[in-house]
């Protein structure tokens, strides 16, 4: 005898390049159900399909007609997406970055989420840091979000660092229009940006099990200093191991995977997640997971 599910029924998923190991599905599964929500949440992988980005048409298309209530989308998507969408929130507007995209009444409204993901677990893990002085490594889109996070959460003065130099410097450009004029600027002088750093945030892959190290020199670390990672596995990377060594306060990427999910969720569903239960069951799923998942 066929025994059918009752519950209410939501269809969501991850649009991105090599998500084969994201842990976003089954932080929204597992929140829906503790909700008595039966959240199905699927990764259309571009890689693993053998598609590009000039594929998002069709893969939007498609989740529309099947019935999804949104995607987050990660790389090389954030941009990609956005001339698709009829609608942006005030924050995807800004940042020109889309991670989530809600799907309803036949419209596709994008928001960012990546930039509060990062937001909230700064206030949590980092309540009492020192923040008017910040130097940043990274300006691609996990960097845009996590500089307008800072810059929102009290920051004075931004350096941002980049191997391609004009994109830190258009990073800096845009955070000055919203910001104000001297909040945000380039960086050509790690060293000394990192001598008058309250602390330091860590934006690009480099720390993941696929791309070991460090993303700038140990020795300009500092026992004053805290430090802040976005990425996620591992937990501790080689940056980290190196500040808690020198007594520096830290951050891991786990909060902004969490928090991101946090908000998408709530789009999605128009639910409350519980944040607190969606932090715990991560953990338990880092612990469990191999080491070079990526870090959406």
């Given at each position: 005898m066929t025994t059918?599910?009752s519950?209410?029924a939501?269809?969501?998923?991850?649009?991105?390049t090599?998500i084969?190991?994201?842990?976003?599905?089954?932080?929204?599964?597992?929140?829906?159900?503790?909700?008595?929500?039966?959240?199905?949440?699927?990764?259309?992988?571009?890689?693993?399909?053998?598609?590009?980005?000039?594929?998002?048409?069709?893969?939007l298309?498609?989740?529309?007609?099947?019935?999804?209530?949104?995607?987050n989308?990660?790389?090389?998507?954030?941009q990609?997406?956005?001339?698709l969408?009829h609608?942006?929130?005030?924050?995807?507007?800004?940042?020109?970055?889309?991670?989530?995209?809600?799907l309803?009444?036949?419209?596709?409204?994008?928001?960012?989420?990546?930039?509060?993901?990062?937001a909230?677990?700064?206030?949590r893990g980092?309540?009492?840091?020192?923040?008017?002085?910040v130097?940043?490594?990274?300006?691609?889109?996990?960097?845009?979000?996590?500089?307008?996070a800072i810059?929102t959460?009290?920051a004075?003065?931004?350096s941002?660092?980049d191997?391609d130099?004009?994109?830190?410097?258009?990073?800096?450009?845009?955070?000055?229009?919203?910001?104000?004029?001297?909040?945000?600027?380039?960086g050509t002088?790690?060293?000394?940006?990192?001598?008058?750093?309250d602390?330091?945030?860590?934006?690009?892959?480099?720390?993941?099990?696929?791309?070991?190290?460090?993303?700038?020199?140990?020795?300009?670390?500092?026992?004053?200093?805290?430090?802040?990672?976005?990425?996620?596995?591992?937990?501790?990377?080689?940056?980290?191991?190196a500040?808690?060594?020198?007594?520096?306060?830290?951050?891991?990427g786990?909060g902004?995977?969490?928090f991101?999910?946090?908000?998408?969720?709530?789009l999605?569903?128009g639910?409350?997640?519980d944040a607190?239960?969606?932090l715990?069951?991560?953990k338990d799923?880092?612990?469990e997971?191999?080491?070079?998942?990526?870090?959406?």
């Amino acid at each position: 005898m066929t025994t059918w599910d009752s519950r209410p029924a939501l269809l969501a998923g991850l649009i991105g390049t090599g998500i084969g190991a994201s842990l976003t599905p089954a932080l929204h599964e597992r929140e829906g159900a503790e909700q008595g929500l039966r959240s199905i949440y699927r990764r259309l992988d571009l890689s693993a399909l053998g598609l590009g980005v000039e594929a998002l048409p069709e893969l939007l298309t498609a989740a529309e007609r099947v019935g999804f209530a949104g995607l987050n989308v990660t790389h090389p998507c954030k941009q990609a997406v956005i001339p698709l969408l009829h609608e942006l929130s005030d924050d995807a507007r800004a940042l020109g970055a889309v991670n989530t995209v809600v799907l309803r009444g036949g419209r596709r409204v994008g928001h960012n989420t990546d930039w509060s993901g990062f937001a909230e677990g700064f206030r949590r893990g980092l309540p009492d840091a020192k923040r008017d002085r910040v130097a940043q490594i990274g300006a691609g889109g996990a960097g845009a979000a996590v500089a307008h996070a800072i810059l929102t959460l009290g920051a004075t003065r931004l350096s941002v660092f980049d191997t391609d130099g004009a994109r830190a410097e258009a990073l800096a450009d845009a955070l000055c229009a919203r910001f104000g004029e001297g909040r945000a600027a380039a960086g050509t002088d790690l060293r000394g940006a990192m001598a008058g750093a309250d602390g330091v945030v860590n934006c690009t892959p480099v720390g993941m099990a696929k791309y070991p190290g460090l993303p700038l020199p140990a020795a300009l670390l500092r026992p004053s200093h805290w430090v802040a990672e976005i990425v996620y596995f591992p937990l501790e990377t080689e940056l980290l191991r190196a500040a808690r060594a020198l007594g520096c306060a830290t951050l891991d990427g786990g909060g902004m995977a969490v928090f991101q999910a946090v908000g998408a969720f709530r789009l999605f569903t128009g639910l409350e997640p519980d944040a607190e239960r969606m932090l715990r069951h991560f953990k338990d799923m880092v612990s469990e997971a191999a080491p070079d998942a990526p870090r959406t």
